[in-house]
T-cell receptor, first 116, second 115 residues
Framework: DTGVSQDPRHKITKRGQNVTFRCDPI?????LYWYRQTLGQGPEFLTY????????KSRLLSDRFSAERPKGSFSTLEIQRTEQGDSAMYLC??????????????FGEGSWLTVV | DAKTTQPPSMDCAEGRAANLPCNHS???????VYWYRQIHSQGPQYIIH???NNETNEMASLIITEDRKSSTLILPHATLRDTAVYYC????????????????FGQGTILTVHP
């Protein structure tokens, strides 16, 4: 257990439904990342936050995806009108960015999404 | 971030050392070598990282060649629980800039430890 908590761990949804994943980073970690991983592939970067500000979004993050980190603590990743291609594991990671250090990035256990 | 090349799979006998190679011939002077592993259905787990000196921690050792174009992760006494996908990643290590933390994963090496 790295201390990065993700919920739910598994989600099965019908195509067209909306789903939301939550990530609770390690306390005092100001940077939070979302990745997506499909079967047989390595994780791919989606977006990241520093505190509550979303600083970068990958082109993988279509308009149906939205991420928030309203108070700079937990974050949510919402997928609207899910498609079968959204089936993947969604990973959250966090680290403490202080401007001069290179701290370890810790990943959560991931949230598996299956769209049927 | 520089691209890495790893063998797709490797085998190792339990109790023996597992040596996982990684090529990163285009690495820049300010890029670090990081290793993560991912056990089936779990999130990636940090193992070790280094810049140019060899590094050792409780999990593994990292040997980086003098020209920094390749490195080797060593698990000194592999166990069955070390069976996982191992990712070698190179990235900018200084915390300045938006790329910090944006890890670029390749396909990794599937390490199978057998009895």
């Amino acid at each position: 257990d790295t201390g990065v908590s993700q919920d739910p761990r598994h989600k099965i949804t019908k195509r067209g439904q909306n789903v939301t994943f939550r990530c609770d980073p390690i306390s005092e970690h100001n940077r939070l990342y979302w990745y997506r991983q499909t079967l047989g592939q390595g994780p791919e970067f989606l977006t990241y936050f520093q505190n509550e500000a979303q600083l970068e979004k990958s082109r993988l993050l279509s308009d149906r995806f939205s991420a928030e980190r309203p108070k700079g603590s937990f974050s949510t990743l919402e997928i609207q009108r899910t498609e079968q291609g959204d089936s993947a594991m969604y990973l959250c990671a966090s680290t403490r960015y202080s401007g001069t250090s290179r701290n370890t990035i810790y990943f959560g256990e991931g949230s598996w999404l299956t769209v049927v | 971030d520089a691209k890495t090349t790893q063998p797709p799979s490797m085998d190792c006998a339990e109790g023996r050392a597992a040596n996982l190679p990684c090529n990163h011939s285009t690495i820049s002077g300010n890029e670090y070598v990081y290793w993560y592993r991912q056990i089936h259905s779990q999130g990636p787990q940090y193992i070790i990282h280094g810049l140019k000196n060899n590094e050792t921690n409780e999990m593994a050792s990292l040997i980086i060649t003098e020209d920094r174009k390749s490195s080797t992760l060593i698990l000194p006494h592999a166990t069955l629980r070390d069976t996982a996908v191992y990712y070698c990643i190179v990235r900018v290590g200084n915390a300045g800039g938006t790329s910090y933390g944006k890890l670029t994963f390749g396909q990794g090496t599937i390490l199978t430890v057998h009895p």
